[in-house]
């Protein structure tokens, strides 16, 4: 089982949709939780940062982590053309040191209008 | 405030060739990274350096070396390129290793023939 499991999709929404992005993961000492946007030929850019469990808004987004089900989600309400991008989660451990950030594989989201 | 500066931003090498992918940031930061990302693949860590003066490695560096030139230069070097190595390769950085969000340049989109 890998570290982190993340659906590729792509999902295809109608614009206006509430859109729920998910990720589960295996390893119980992961405490942070990150959300990237990648744009077509662009680098990821960091959309929502969480730590443990809970919920966290930004305008249009939220990010929820459920640490008993090892499962975090990112929503995003009346969702826009503009938000068709793949998502990536990613997450680390309290005691990481050095150790990089564990990426999921993203999954490809298109916003019709 | 360019962030994170990755040249150059198109390759085409023959089978065999060596070349050298720059990085540099200005955000001062201690710890950098190389990621390839491949169609199903994700991200992909190569090398990364956790603070000036180290570099380890990460799932897939074969194939390629790296060095930590001063705090601020991360550069990537294929020594004999092979078609294997076709990919988009971002580079990023972040404050601390672990827990610290990245930051990613844009890429460098390479194709070995």
């Known amino acids: 089982q890998k570290e982190v499991e993340q659906d590729p999709g792509p999902l295809s929404v109608p614009e206006g949709a509430i859109v729920s992005l998910n990720c589960t993961y295996s390893n119980s000492a992961f405490q942070y939780f990150m959300w990237y946007r990648q744009y077509s030929r662009k680098g990821p850019e960091l959309l929502m940062y969480?730590?443990?469990?809970g919920n966290k808004e930004d305008g249009r987004f939220t990010a929820q982590v459920d640490k008993s089900s090892k499962y975090i989600s990112l929503f995003i309400r009346d969702s826009q053309p503009s938000d068709s991008a793949t998502y990536l989660c990613?997450?680390?451990?309290?005691?990481?040191?050095?150790?990089?950030?564990?990426f999921g594989k993203g999954t490809r989201l298109s916003v019709i209008a | 405030n360019a962030g994170v500066t990755q040249t150059p931003k198109f390759q085409v090498l023959k089978t065999g060739q060596s070349m050298t992918l720059q990085c540099a940031q200005d955000m001062n930061h201690n710890s950098m990274y190389w990621y390839r990302q491949d169609p199903g693949m994700g991200l992909r860590l190569i090398y990364y350096?956790?603070?000036?003066?180290?570099?380890d490695k990460g799932e897939v560096p074969n194939g390629y070396n790296v060095s930590r030139l001063n705090k601020r230069e991360f550069s990537l070097r294929l020594e004999s390129a092979a078609p294997s190595q076709t990919s988009v390769y971002f580079c990023a950085s972040s404050e601390a290793g672990g827990n610290s969000p990245l930051h990613f340049g844009n890429g460098t989109r390479l194709t070995v023939t």
């Open positions: 969480t730590y443990s469990s």
């Open positions: 990613a997450m680390s451990g309290r005691n990481s040191g050095n150790t990089p950030l564990v």
């Open positions: 350096s956790a603070s000036e003066g180290t570099t």
